[in-house]
């Protein structure tokens, strides 16, 4: 039987082989059959048809299946969709080779001798499956480079400072309000490390990190930083591990927020609480803070304090 009779006929054989294959390589994706088969059965169609084609020689089309155009469409879908899914590029890869393999086999076992035209026919498979792969990781390709500009516009476009540091603490990624915060472009800031910066040395404390690392768990914080134009702003940061498939930390996240305003805002409303409007002198109520601080520490360690009474005419007009 031609190759391209045996896969129309046993269509059905070769997708249940092809679950169980699939399902193996995506394993860790909880993929249904439906998920596992798209658009293989319409590849696989498009095939027989381009192997039915005449040829000549040792011609060979340049598109996938010009007699069968959805065939280029499935492959590209079938690219775009298991990047959508969260496969990688190696699973796209291994998924055609599964395919490759399942098909060649099923037909050589049917087969009682192997004749030339055999050969031809498997050649031309071979060809197509390669075609196929092609188009599938081109869209594949496509898609994470479209994520890629996605997520780079969001993270450019955030007025908070974002990075992401390799694990000896060099910058692998720095966004526009980083470089602005450090007065360098972010190619400079890319491959140094915080203490190259002109940051403060607790900025990017190494302990942290390493905690982060350690444990696999977020790790927050405060930091005053002087920015380039010489203004304090206060930050509130998260360093957050970034874990790769098998669970282990390949690199650390980022991500600082200014609190400058609020913490001017905190200070704003604790000196009108403990100040005087008028005097500018401390109230009663840090007069008693502060009274009872002292009374608890002379109780705790013995030491004696001293309280005044001072009168003072005429502190008011």
């Known amino acids: 039987m031609k190759l391209s009779d045996f896969i129309r006929t046993h269509m059905e054989v ?46 060979r089309s340049a598109l996938f299946n010009p007699a069968h155009p959805d065939s280029i469409v499935s492959a590209r879908i079938h690219g775009m969709e298991r990047h959508n899914l969260g496969a990688d590029i190696v699973h796209v890869t291994s998924e055609f080779g599964a395919l490759r393999q399942t098909v060649a086999q099923l037909w050589l076992n049917s087969l009682t001798s192997v004749e030339p035209t055999d050969i031809v026919d498997l050649n031309r498979f071979n060809g197509q499956i390669d075609e196929a792969l092609s188009q599938s990781v081109q869209r594949y390709v496509q898609e994470q480079q479209k994520k890629g500009r996605l997520f780079e516009t969001m993270l450019s476009s955030l007025p908070d400072p974002c990075y992401i540091l390799n694990l000896d603490g060099t910058f692998i990624y720095a966004n526009k309000a980083m470089a602005k915060l450090c007065d360098l472009s972010a190619d400079q800031i890319r491959g140094k490390c915080f203490c190259e910066l002109p940051l403060p040395a607790h900025y990017n404390d190494r302990k942290q990190l390493e905690n982060v690392i350690r444990r696999k768990e977020q790790s927050r914080g405060e930091v005053e930083v002087r920015s380039a134009l010489g203004q304090n702003r206060f930050f509130e940061y998260v360093y957050a591990p970034v874990l790769d498939e098998k669970g282990q930390v390949e690199a650390v996240s980022g991500i600082n927020h200014d609190i400058t305003f609020r913490k001017q805002s905190e200070a704003k409303t604790w000196r009108h609480a403990n100040y005087d409007l008028l005097t500018n002198v401390p109230n009663r109520r840090l007069f008693l803070d502060r009274l009872d601080q002292h009374t608890s520490h002379s109780k705790r360690t013995g030491a004696p304090f001293a309280l005044l009474f001072i009168d003072l005419d005429n502190f008011k007009p």
């Open 14 to 59: 070769i997708l249940q082989v092809w679950d169980h294959d699939a399902e193996s390589i995506l394993s860790n994706h909880g993929l249904s059959d439906e998920e596992l088969r798209d658009h293989v059965k319409q590849i696989l169609l498009g095939i027989t048809v381009e192997l039915e084609r005449p040829v000549t020689g040792h011609e």
